[in-house]
């Protein structure tokens, strides 16, 4: 009588558990991944400590934009640098040439980018709240608000950086490439300023970008109602955010499907 083999997830599972494993083992990747928020996190804390609206300091504020950027630097920067370096290692064409399902390659890859991204919200927050007097939320609705946040950005972030993969050439020129796309992000997205401080036409670009609409989420979450009045619509525009989440979820499915590359042509 044969034996069942496993399903997509199953394996995906445990393609998760051996991706994590892989994580850990790479010091100056955990390092970097985890400590440097907690670095910019300081140095932005320190300089701008003044308060830019009634109880709302600029740490309380800054926190928000920094966990929306974990979602982009662990999902779609990480994926992004590391698939490359696994293409040009022959490993991808190796996965491919097994049994595995390709979904559960993907599956594994989603995993060690929520565990990743989860120990940096952490971090964060014991941070802010332990030296920079950030205030945690305390209605429900707002923890349900960030919890659908964490998921939905980090599955979107992942998908777009298997889908922006396959623009490096090769895996020389990957951190070159996509790590000077998220840091303009951060910049035009209201991560280190005030979003509505920066130009019009910024606006209008991180408008166009799923990380402006995780910010504006995240600050929905972490700021008081009345700082609302001080977004572009003067409202939190949470049903907008999600919506156009989702569009990028479509999207970058879409291209994933279509670009991914197993191996270097």
Do not use: C, H
Request: hydrophobic letters at 55%; charged letters at 15%.
């Amino acid at each position: 009588m044969n034996k069942k083999l496993p399903g997509a997830l199953a394996i995906g599972v445990k393609r998760g558990g051996l991706e994590i494993k892989q994580f850990f083992r790479q010091k100056e990747s955990v390092v970097f991944t985890l400590l440097f928020p907690l670095i910019l996190l300081a140095i932005f804390g320190s300089v701008f400590s003044e308060t830019i609206a009634p109880g709302v300091t600029f740490s309380q504020y800054f926190v928000a934009g920094m966990i929306a950027s974990a979602l982009v630097n662990t999902g779609f920067q990480q994926i992004a640098i590391f698939i490359p370096i696994e293409r040009d290692l022959g490993a991808l064409k190796r996965l491919r040439g097994t049994p595995m399902p390709a979904a559960s390659y993907f599956i594994g890859k989603a995993i060690v980018v929520i565990v990743s991204m989860v120990l940096q919200v952490v971090l964060l927050l014991i941070a802010g709240v332990a030296f920079f007097g950030v205030e945690l939320p305390t209605a429900i609705d707002k923890w349900m608000i960030f919890a659908a946040l964490l998921i939905s950005g980090s599955v979107v972030s992942t998908i777009l950086g298997v889908a922006f993969s396959s623009v490096p050439k090769n895996a020389r020129g990957a951190s070159a490439i996509v790590s000077p796309v998220v840091i303009i992000l951060q910049f035009f997205s209201g991560v280190f300023f005030i979003f509505t401080d920066l130009p019009a036409w910024m606006q209008q670009v991180a408008a166009i970008f799923p990380l402006k609409w995780l910010t504006q989420g995240m600050r929905s979450v972490f700021l008081p109602e009345e700082f609302a009045m001080r977004e572009i619509a003067s409202n939190w525009e949470t049903g907008r955010t999600f919506a156009i989440i989702g569009i990028w979820l479509v999207v970058g499915t879409f291209l994933a499907i279509r670009t991914f590359k197993w191996d270097r042509e």
